[in-house]
């Protein structure tokens, strides 16, 4: 089968087309036809080792995919291992779902990692009441898109949207933003209170990292909440200190999407079987952001890098 592997850490160079054996049928695992495979951003800390979980060597990257089991139902998947990559991947049975009627393998992987990581920050970790203000850095990525809807959905009093360009800010705008600033503001802190008519902020939404971190737990408001789910600027926040929060009443907390399965009641299903209702129900939209050939990962790669993708990237496995 066509697959793309790495033998070394490193950039998008690293990611190299090849034809690997079959998988085949393996006990206690559900063997899927991947017609489409998801990029996500930690797929490129993946590559270089520096994700959360160490990678080890040889590995095929992609966490998800989505395509047909091999009695033909339609399947979106989280892979345990990596994989995804690949004509063929092997998944753990309590981590295949069926994708429903009116729902394309596009949007069933924007909601998998992308839909569910918004919902789990804004139901889980910031505890969104209605009326909040709420701040979506990188709303035009992945996590962004949804996570604009969503909150406008739930009742934010106000969702305002950083972005790095006017195009990427106009479509925040378009999902329902009521606000979009420049992401690369120098004075983040500045620039959401006057987004916010000069109030601080309840809600954070971050996945930057770096000084945008640190200046939007400045803007928060008492009580007011940052998620933090990952860190695409490659910088890391200042250390939290205990006694400012304690001194602002304000809350930082951390989302790794794998530990919602370690939630009791199906937290992770429940998530996801919302997210498909909302889709069907024309609530909630997917926004393409790259159709790319197998071959091409390492381009899929190199765009996320350079921070110039909107919504959700997949990998076609037919071409």
Do not use: C
């Not at 793309?4 to 036809?33: A, H, K, N, S, Y």
């Not at 991947?89 to 918004?118: K, S």
């Amino acid at each position: 089968m066509r697959a793309v592997q790495v033998t070394e850490f490193g950039g998008p160079e690293v990611l190299q087309p090849v034809e690997l054996p079959d998988p085949g049928e393996v006990p206690d695992r559900v063997l899927i036809e991947v017609e489409h495979a998801g990029v996500n951003y930690a797929d490129t800390h993946q590559a270089e080792n520096s994700y959360l979980a160490e990678s080890t060597l040889p590995m095929v990257p992609g966490g998800e995919v989505a395509g047909r089991t091999t009695d033909g139902r339609r399947v979106v998947a989280l892979l345990n291992d990596g994989g995804g990559y690949a004509q063929r991947a092997l998944a753990d049975p309590a981590r295949v779902f069926e994708i429903p009627d009116g729902v394309d393998n596009l949007t069933a992987l924007a909601l998998l990692v992308q839909g569910t990581t918004a919902w789990l920050l804004l139901r889980r970790n910031a505890h969104l009441e209605p009326g909040e203000s709420v701040v979506v850095h990188a709303a035009a990525g992945g996590v962004g898109t949804i996570a604009v809807q969503l909150a406008k959905a739930w009742g934010a009093g106000r969702v305002i949207a950083t972005a790095s360009s006017a195009e990427k800010r106009e479509l925040a705008m378009k999902l329902g933003a009521d606000v979009a600033v420049d992401s690369r503001a120098e004075d983040m802190t500045a620039t959401l209170r006057e987004a916010n008519d000069g109030r601080r902020v309840d809600v954070v939404l971050d996945m930057t990292g770096g000084p945008v971190t640190d200046q939007s737990v400045a803007a928060l408001a008492p009580f007011g909440r940052l998620a933090f789910f990952g860190m695409a600027s490659r910088q890391p926040p200042q250390p939290v200190q205990l006694p400012s929060l304690l001194k602002h009443s304000t809350s930082v907390s951390g989302m790794w999407l794998p530990h919602a399965f370690t939630l009791p009641g199906n937290v992770f299903g429940t998530a996801l079987t919302e997210l498909f209702g909302l889709v069907r129900a024309g609530s909630l939209r997917a926004v393409a952001g790259g159709d790319y050939a197998l071959s091409e990962a390492r381009q899929a790669h190199e765009a996320l890098r350079a921070r110039g993708t909107i919504g959700k990237l997949v990998l076609d496995t037919s071409r």
